[in-house]
């Protein structure tokens, strides 16, 4: 896990730039008071999935939870796409906007507002973007996720990722294409529980199956996964293909990443809480 996160360090070195300079917070305070975790696990609250050509997707309450990217699939091939969760009249909503019509999203909520920052912005061209410290001015674990993807994803070098480095969080990413961005959001939790990168590439390891690795034990929905990255080419017709999604298994109660191409190499990191 060491040499994952150095390795990812090293990639949010290269796109904040050679002068080392990090783009500052968002400027809209936390909406939520520091105080405990809840001795209630962190739980599951609800899912939701939007289709390119459908209006938004209402989530809930934005006073009691807090939702997250869980899958992108479909065609990403111009800056004019995109998916995106977030809060409109104190609600939550998933949306997006696809010209080709093919596009496909999910996203999860999580039943807390502790610690829940407003949404920071990348896009291609810009520094990284820091997300604030890994942990609370009490101790208490902070995790950020992406809430938003978009632009021309073409091959390996797209790629938006949420990163640690040394004690801080960084949304940045790479592109050589147009419109590449993302947004991300972070909350505080009780625990880190699982981190998880998963690639595939036509006919490696095979043609007849998305790779996949488990994220949770069976029995262990007090855990919740969502989306720290997205890299690769996302350009099917077909909405179920070019896929990067967390799949949860409600009767086993356990997570599984998946990822599925049919033409380049992608790759989803996800990252689990408690």
Known sequence: MVKKLLMNGLLAL???GASGCVAGVGDEEDDSEETSIAEQ????????????GSGPVDMGDASDRTCFLTGIMGDFESGNEWVHVYISGGRWYLHGNNTHGSARATATCVSSTLGRTAEFSWSQGE????????????????????????????????SVLVVWFFGRYLLTGLSSSTGVHARARCITVAELANEAAVADEFGVPSEDGPSFEALTPAGT??????????AGEFSSDNQNDHS???????ELQTQYLNVWTTRSRI????????
Not at 41 to 52: I, K
Not at 136 to 151: D, Y
Not at 221 to 227: R, V
Request: with cysteine; aromatic share 10%.
């Open 14 to 16: 290269v796109a904040i």
């Open 41 to 52: 696990p962190l739980g599951w609250v609800n899912g939701g999935s939007w289709t390119a």
């Open 127 to 158: 520094y990284g973007v820091d997300l604030g410290s890994d942990t609370t001015s009490s101790g208490l674990p902070r995790a950020c996720f992406l809430t938003r993807v978009g632009g021309d994803f073409n091959g390996m070098s797209e």
């Open 221 to 230: 929905f007090d855990t919740q996964c969502m989306l720290t990255r997205v």
């Open 244 to 250: 990067i999604a967390i799949w949860r298994n409600h």
């Open 267 to 274: 790759q989803g990191n996800a990252l689990c809480v408690k």
